[in-house]
């Protein structure tokens, strides 16, 4: 999985670019949260199908906030997609002692999902 963003809690992170089983493009989209009973919820759906082959945790309104997600961001998710994920370079002058997500994740992405701030 490559590139993410976070908004409440909840982690969305992506594949390249793949084929489905019907030989047409698509792209695997993961948001998953910690639970309180040590574990994770989370929710494995497709772009464009917008659909989840499998969740666990979340509600069903969570569910439709999240598929709006994926469709609101459907177009950069794809965009960033097909460019196969993030080359990470750790550069000591941006950031000395750790890495930040604000250094590999494009703000675009690290920033989107008003949608589920809500």
Not at 53 to 64: C, P, V
């Amino acid at each position: 999985m490559y590139y993410y963003s976070m908004v409440d809690g909840i982690i969305m992170t992506h594949s390249a670019l793949e084929t489905d089983e019907y030989s047409m493009p698509c792209v695997r989209v993961h948001f998953e949260r910690p639970n309180d009973h040590n574990g994770f919820d989370f929710a494995d759906g497709r772009i464009p199908h917008f659909n989840f082959q499998k969740a666990f945790g979340f509600s069903e309104d969570e569910l439709f906030k999240l598929r709006e997600y994926m469709r609101n961001n459907a177009f950069l998710i794809w965009e960033f997609a097909q460019k196969g994920g993030a080359s990470v370079t750790l550069d000591p002058a941006v950031a000395p002692n750790r890495l930040d997500d604000s250094n590999v994740v494009p703000a675009s992405i690290r920033n989107a999902g008003a949608l589920l701030a809500q």
